[in-house]
C-alpha cells in the first residue's frame, strides 16, 4: 500500500469534490438533504481532527473543510429558496475561513488565500441576499464584515509570499465591501470612501484616476471656453489649475471649483503611491 502524503490526501478530495461538482442541479437539489448531510459529516471529521499535531491530520483538517465549504457552496446555489442559500452561503464562508487557517498552518499560503477569498466571496454573497430580502441591518452588517475580514486575510496571506497581484484584488475587494458596509451602517463616510473607489480604484488603479484627471481637465477647459475666453485660452487656464498653478482671469467660481476639484484628485493620486509602497 502507497503511503499517504500531503498530495495524496488532496488528490483524493479533489477528486469527491470533481464528482459532486459535476452533478446537474436538478440532481443536487433532489438529493439536497443527502448532500448537505454528507457535506456537515466532512466539516465534523475535520473538527474531529482539528488540533492533532501530525503533519497529515493537519493536511486531512484542511482538505475535509475545504472539501466541505466548496459542497456547501454549491448547494447554496441549488437552494430552493433564497433563505436556506443564505443559510448555506453562511456555513460555506464559515467553513472556507476555517480551511484557510489550517492551510496556513501548514504553510500551504496559496491555498490558504484562495480559501479566504472563497469564504469572502461566500459571506458576500449572503450579506446581498439579505439586503434584498431586507433583513435585519445589524445581521446584514455583520455578513458584511465577515466578508471583510476574510477578504482581509487573503490580502495578508498573499502579500507574505509575494503575490502582490492577488493581494491587491483582494484589497480592492476588501475595500470594495467596505462602502457597503457603510452605506447600511447610515455612515456619512461611505461617500468619501466610494468617490475614492471610483476615481482610484480605492488605491489600485492608476488608469482610473488618469482618466478622472484628464475628465476634470476637459470639462473646466469646455466651460472656460463658452464663457468667452476662446479655445487657446481655456485649455491654458484649465491646465495650469489642474496643475494648482496660480494665474489666468476666469470666472472666481469656476476657478475656486476648478481648483478644489484639483486638490482632491491630485491628492488620491498620493494615495495610489502610498498604497503601492505598502502593499510592497
Known amino acids: 500500500m502507497s503511503p499517504i502524503t500531503p498530495l ?10 470533481t464528482e459532486f461538482l459535476d452533478r446537474t442541479t436538478q440532481e443536487i437539489t433532489k438529493r439536497f438533504a443527502a448532500y ?6 466532512l466539516k465534523v471529521k475535520a473538527d474531529s481532527l482539528f488540533g492533532k499535531d501530525d503533519t497529515i491530520s493537519k493536511y486531512r483538517t484542511a482538505w475535509l473543510y475545504r472539501t466541505s465549504a466548496a459542497m456547501i457552496e454549491r448547494l447554496a446555489e441549488s437552494a430552493n429558496g433564497e433563505s436556506k442559500q443564505i443559510d448555506c452561503f453562511d456555513k460555506a464562508g464559515l467553513y472556507y ?12 499560503y496559496q491555498w490558504a488565500g484562495e480559501s479566504y477569498m472563497k469564504s469572502g466571496h461566500c459571506f458576500e454573497r449572503e450579506a446581498d441576499l439579505q439586503v434584498k430580502l431586507m433583513m435585519a441591518k445589524e445581521r446584514i452588517i455583520g455578513s458584511y464584515g465577515n466578508a471583510i475580514r476574510a477578504f482581509r486575510r487573503a490580502k495578508g496571506v498573499f502579500s507574505e509570499v509575494g503575490d502582490y497581484d492577488l493581494s491587491g484584488r483582494a484589497y480592492y475587494v476588501e475595500q470594495r465591501l467596505i462602502s457597503k458596509k457603510l452605506w447600511k ?6 461617500f468619501v470612501h466610494s468617490f475614492w ?4 480604484g480605492y488605491g489600485e488603479s492608476f488608469r482610473r484616476w488618469f482618466l478622472a484627471y484628464l475628465l476634470g481637465l476637459f470639462v473646466f477647459t469646455v466651460v ?13 487656464l484649465s491646465a495650469e489649475r489642474s496643475l494648482l498653478i496660480a ?6 467660481i469656476l476657478l475656486l471649483g476648478q481648483t478644489f476639484y484639483s486638490y482632491i484628485v491630485l491628492g488620491l493620486g498620493l494615495t495610489l503611491i502610498a498604497r503601492r509602497m505598502q502593499s510592497r
Open 97 to 108: 475561513h476555517f480551511a484557510g487557517h489550517a492551510f496556513r498552518k501548514q504553510e500551504e
Open 224 to 236: 472656460y471656453y463658452f464663457s468667452g475666453m476662446g479655445v487657446l485660452g481655456a485649455l491654458l
Open 185 to 190: 451602517d447610515d455612515r456619512l463616510g461611505w
Open 8 to 17: 495524496t490526501i488532496k488528490k483524493e478530495h479533489e477528486s469527491v469534490l
Open 36 to 41: 448537505e448531510n454528507q457535506a456537515n459529516d
Open 247 to 252: 494665474g489666468g482671469q476666469g470666472n472666481l
Open 197 to 200: 473607489g471610483y476615481l482610484t
